[in-house]
């Protein structure tokens, strides 16, 4: 597929439309694809949010998120599993292939970088024979080392493969999502590595814009916006082989604030201009 | 030297203080080393600045910064190596061996890093023998990739070294700060690498803490309140062959707010538990 047909609109891009006024949104600008939240999904309810994105003949992308594999303690650690079980279900019945794993910060306290990855390790390979069961895939994001301490302790290319390799690549990919790997200057030869092992499982669109917000979580830029060269990474990702969906998620409260079909709207148009 | 002898303080973790102020203040406190900023020597008068900072027995460990290469116009270009130039005869004249270089973001409306880090490279090559003549060694300091649009294009400790490596170590060496490389997993490689080539010129500690402001500059910690094993830190640069001072440079308003005094005594106290 070319042009649109590969577009996917995660829902967080437009936070301010419900779910049906997303499914109905998507309708009415020809997107074919969607990548959802679990929190609204849900609050709407799960077998009724796969009935409806289904009967709207809408593919369901990618499921975020599960993970926060990083805990110390036993208590902590079978919670997340159990949350993580959740999630992999839950990608399931909405017949989302993916399932996107942020893997978590230092536990309160902890310095420990390299022990809390190998905890996130540990996890997968507890999770990856229930993936198979369920048809999901899991995707280890690598998320910008400005949230190593708070949100995941994997922040590059080269670690999410060196984690996710350890595993089959039917149970383990990653995710690769431009706004978290611009900058880095290997991040080619990433793309590669994880094409030629097939282990590009999603791959999702923002631009990377300063100065950052407070708490940096909901700085991410409009398509064109910012300093990232997003043609060049598709281009990038496709030479490595992959032909699946190209996700925008942009968290960004200017977006929220305006109309949903207006920001949908601009969002296409800048794909168009600055992705194609 | 162990212990404190080889502390020094960079006067931007106490902005409070006069230049008069600082020197008094370290006096006191038996501080033997500081790190000075172009901005507040300039206001306080070069030659003057100088010969207080002798006067009172104090090493100067660092002039802080040059830099800021990137610029693809050539007035833009020919204005930055002046100012670098200027900066190499500033830190002679303070008896500082080493001017911490930030290299640069990227120009207004490009996203061309590659570009923007060769720019950085050419720059240095004209400023290496400009250093020679002035007994002073070029620090290029990578900093976290958060700043890598706007303030630095050199993200990681490999990256510097790559640039720092094109030229005779004399002239161009790095400067390895906690604050930006501690959530990188390559760093320990990156300092064996550095001390092998004898090219560690700085080593600045800061702690990394959450959430970060708005802006995400003045968002440092006080050493021990975060996520960064300083100690760790301190002894592979040490393992790596390094032995030059040890610089604490935080910026953040919380310790601005305060009486200088007080917060010197506090990083003294927290640099004996958390890094010796």
């Known amino acids: 597929m070319t042009g649109l047909g590969r577009f996917s609109l995660n829902q967080q891009t437009v936070r ?67 949350d993580n079980r959740a999630a992999i279900e839950e990608a399931a019945e909405l017949g989302a292939g993916v399932l996107v794993l942020v893997c978590g910060g230092l536990p309160p306290g902890s310095r420990d970088l390299h022990g809390a990855r190998e ?10 024979p229930y993936t198979d069961r369920h048809g999901v895939r899991l995707a280890v994001e690598p998320l910008h080392p400005m ?12 670690q999410a493969l060196d984690l996710a390799e350890r595993f089959p690549a039917a149970q383990v990919g990653v995710a690769v999502d431009t706004y978290h790997l611009w900058w880095d200057d290997t991040v ?52 490595a082989g992959y032909a699946g969906p190209v996700e925008v998620e942009i968290f960004n409260p200017a ?3 305006r109309e949903g079909a ?10 168009r201009k600055h992705v194609l």
């Open 119 to 128: 905890r996130v390790a540990d996890a997968l390979g507890e999770l990856g």
């Open 147 to 158: 949230f190593a301490a708070d949100r995941c302790v994997v922040s590059t290319l080269r």
């Open 255 to 257: 977006l929220w604030a």
């Open 188 to 239: 080619a030869a990433g793309l590669a590595r994880a094409g030629a092992g097939g282990r590009i499982a999603a791959f999702q669109l923002a631009d990377w814009v300063t100065p950052l917000p407070e708490g940096v979580l909901l700085g991410r830029g409009q398509l064109g916006d910012g300093s990232v060269d997003l043609r060049w990474f598709r281009e990038r990702v496709e030479e």
């Open 262 to 271: 207006d920001v949908l709207a601009e969002v296409l148009c800048r794909y």
């Open 16 to 82: 301010q439309w419900s779910l049906p006024e997303l499914v109905a949104g998507c309708a009415a600008a020809g997107v074919r694809q969607v990548g959802l939240w679990r929190e609204p999904v849900r609050e709407y309810g799960l077998t009724a949010a796969a009935r409806l994105v289904r009967g709207a003949g809408l593919g369901v992308s990618s499921l975020c998120r599960g993970g926060f594999l990083t805990a110390d303690d036993p208590a902590g650690r079978a919670a997340a599993l159990a």
